[in-house]
């Protein structure tokens, strides 16, 4: 415990700058500060901006040869001409197995009042994805805690899903759900833009103790600055590769990538940037692909990130641009239907609409058989449900949908239950339960 004290330590003495590189405020436009003496910025730099209301960080955005465009972290309000600006380099981060429990901001700072030394080893925030070459390749199926995910969408290690949902569907809820129950040595969570007042409900009653204590929270509330909005998904990213460069199976949650891409469409508009795709600027591709990338199995010798990346989709509508780019760069999709919440079935999955890439290998012949067998009759009773709501559909027309109709409230119920203690086995005892053909034909549902 104490070598472990004296390494935070001499970690904070070492990152102590000998040499500061001072620049002056020469003019302020468009949100943007212009710094002159910056001689050595780099794009990216993280600078601090010391005006007569304090001190604020920034970001070197643009560069000139005889200045350097600054995006300040706050409003800008009481930054005046000459004010003194310090080059700080680039955004990294230090962590270290004393941040598991904590909730710290997208710089990593503590957040919950008590102190919080950095690690020995630092850590870019933006960092390259590891060789693909060198890649392992995706590792073996994990229990979650829900059903559904250790059956009919099997998550397995070092896979990157995503959770497509509204507001208000119970994304929260079921990213907490993983949080608690995926078997993984660590989790690191990125709350993006979040509400203030949502930061302890979701620590304390929806994450809770059990969560908490193998978590490490990163956020960065809706009022702050889109530097960190942006910020907390690299930094979040870089706490889940640290530790996976120490051989770690660590579980990443990020929510949400459409917050991060808003922040990242203001910082690049500020920037000179045009906008395009529905007014995204072009970059957003690479910067949500690139951030995606950084997850999943890492090389030879190293752990593995598994993620699972939210995203707000308005009206359902998986084509807007955000949507449209994740879904291509993951493993895996599931969708959150409005409809289906407004039941009461929670987690509100659309099975049909969902899909893990993990299958058919992750799963052996007779679970492949009985995902399809679940997967057929689901389709079937979605394709007649309005004949079937309507009366119009006759008894023994399509035998296949006589069979729909009797298991399909076994598997609309089975979609919504916790696993069994038995993990995954038990939950496909359940699921062949629902499917077996015996006893009277289901009422239909009102």
């Known amino acids: 415990m104490t070598a472990g004290l004296f390494d935070g330590l001499l970690a904070e003495i070492a ?7 001072v620049g002056r405020v020469v003019e302020t436009r468009r949100g943007l500060v212009d710094v002159a003496g910056l001689d050595g910025a780099t794009l990216g730099d993280r600078v601090t901006i010391l005006s007569r209301d304090g001190a604020a960080g920034g970001e070197v955005l643009r560069l ?3 200045r350097a465009s600054i995006l300040p972290d706050a409003s800008g309000d009481g930054m005046a001409i000459g004010d003194r600006v310090e080059l700080l380099g680039k955004a990294e ?3 270290d197995a004393g941040w598991i429990g904590r909730i710290v901001d997208a710089m990593g700072q503590p957040l919950d009042g008590r102190p919080l030394l950095r690690g020995s080893k630092a850590s870019p925030l933006r960092a390259a994805a590891p060789p693909a070459a060198s890649r392992r390749r995706l590792g073996a199926r994990l229990e979650t805690g829900v059903a559904v995910f250790d059956t009919l969408l099997p998550l397995v290690q070092g896979q990157r899903i995503g959770l497509f949902a509204g507001s208000g569907v119970g994304k929260s809820s079921l990213l907490a759900r993983f949080a608690r129950g995926v078997a993984a040595d660590l989790v690191v969570i990125a709350l ?3 509400r203030g007042r949502e930061l302890r409900e979701f620590t304390e009653r929806v994450l809770g103790p059990a969560g908490m204590a193998r978590s490490i929270v990163v956020t960065a509330t809706s009022d702050q600055s889109p530097l960190m909005r942006r910020m907390c998904a690299y930094t979040a990213m870089a706490v889940a590769e640290h530790f996976r460069d120490q051989g770690l199976h660590v579980l990443l949650l ?8 808003e922040a990242h469409r203001e910082i690049a508009l500020a920037g000179g940037e045009e906008a395009s795709l529905r007014g995204y600027p072009p970059s957003l591709s690479q910067a949500i692909m690139g951030l995606a990338e950084r997850a999943g199995p890492g090389p030879e010798g190293a752990g593995d990130i598994t993620a699972v990346f939210s995203v707000l989709v308005a009206g359902s509508d998986m084509d807007e641009p955000v949507a449209d780019i994740l879904r291509g760069v993951l493993d895996g999709h599931v969708v959150l239907d409005r409809k289906i ?9 659309d099975l049909l609409r969902s899909v893990s890439r993990a299958l058919p290998d992750a799963a052996d012949e007779g679970e492949n058989a009985m995902i399809t067998d679940a997967r057929r009759l689901l389709g079937a009773y979605d394709r007649a449900e309005l004949m079937i709501q309507a009366g119009l559909y006759a008894a023994g027309t399509d035998p296949v949908i006589d069979r729909a109709i009797r298991h399909w409230p076994l598997l609309d ?9 038995d993990g995954v086995a038990g ?3 359940r699921l062949r339960a629902c499917l077996a053909d015996q006893g009277p034909p289901a009422r239909l549902r009102p």
Do not use: H, K, N, Y
Request: aromatic share 12%.
């Open 341 to 349: 919440a407004e039941r009461g079935r929670f987690p509100a999955i």
């Open 93 to 95: 981060v230090a962590p």
């Open 15 to 21: 990152a102590t700058p000998v040499l500061r590189r």
């Open 64 to 66: 000139f040869p005889d």
């Open 192 to 194: 993006v833009g979040e």
């Open 413 to 421: 119920a089975f979609l919504a239950e916790p696993a069994p203690a």
């Open 427 to 429: 939950s496909f005892a």
């Open 254 to 261: 990020v929510d949400s990538v459409t917050r991060f891409a």
